[in-house]
């Protein structure tokens, strides 16, 4: 919600904004990444979208070991800023503990007492729309009992939705239980995939619900 105040002047209810935390990533999530060389890290985007939208998530995301992001760790903070203009920015810093938050508190008690006068950092309020749907590469987790035809379905609903699947990972199955792999989608809408995964969790192969999130 402040990402897209600050960056577009436009005002989101956050209940409107798509939030998924880490409770759904597992050990294979991990495991996963690291086969692709990367990691996964709990990222807030905001984007325009178009000319007159703008679309923004709260969601884990598989990060490469070549993106700036992918070395933040801990009480870290980091706000990625990409422009036309700019390119890329990363500004890197110390985001929770007693030291930082007790340093803002400080700040703004002694600006109250001064009376600063210090404009907002919003931009001014615009018409750009907000949508609860954006695009990019997903990873794709499905776990299942073992059966013929499962890469053939998974196949054809992704054509009849117009996903294009990149590659498909599998790692060694250690208990039964853990029966899981993953598909790494093309470019596509969050819409798409949610159609996907909506037809596969009704199959009977398919255990409990599919993780999925943007690469």
């Not at 577009?8 to 209940?15: L, W």
Request: with cysteine.
């Amino acid at each position: 919600k402040i990402l897209v105040r600050l960056a577009y002047g436009v005002e989101v209810a956050e209940d409107d904004i798509s939030c998924k935390g880490i409770t759904e990533l597992s050990k294979l999530d991990f495991e996963y990444a690291k086969m692709m060389g990367g990691s996964i890290k709990l990222i807030g985007f905001a984007k325009r979208v178009g000319s007159d939208k703008v679309a923004a998530f709260v969601s884990p995301c598989y990060v490469s070991s070549d993106d700036s992001l992918y070395a933040v760790n801990g009480a870290t903070n980091a706000v990625e800023i990409t422009s036309s203009n700019l390119v890329s920015t990363t500004l890197i810093g110390e985001g929770a503990g007693r030291y930082p938050t007790a340093n803002s508190c400080v700040n703004d008690i002694v600006a109250l007492a001064k009376g600063d006068k210090t404009p907002l950092p919003f931009n001014p309020p615009s018409d750009l729309k907000f949508v609860n749907n954006y695009e990019s590469d997903f990873y794709i987790r499905l776990k299942y009992r073992d059966t013929l035809g499962i890469t053939r379905q998974c196949g054809e609903i992704c054509e009849k939705y117009g996903v294009s699947i990149h590659s498909i990972l599998q790692n060694p199955i250690t208990k039964r239980d853990d029966a899981a792999f993953v598909l790494i989608t093309e470019k596509v809408a969050l819409s798409k995939v949610k159609q996907v995964c909506a037809e596969i969790e009704a199959l009977d192969w398919c255990k409990g619900p599919i993780f999925y999130m943007p690469v």
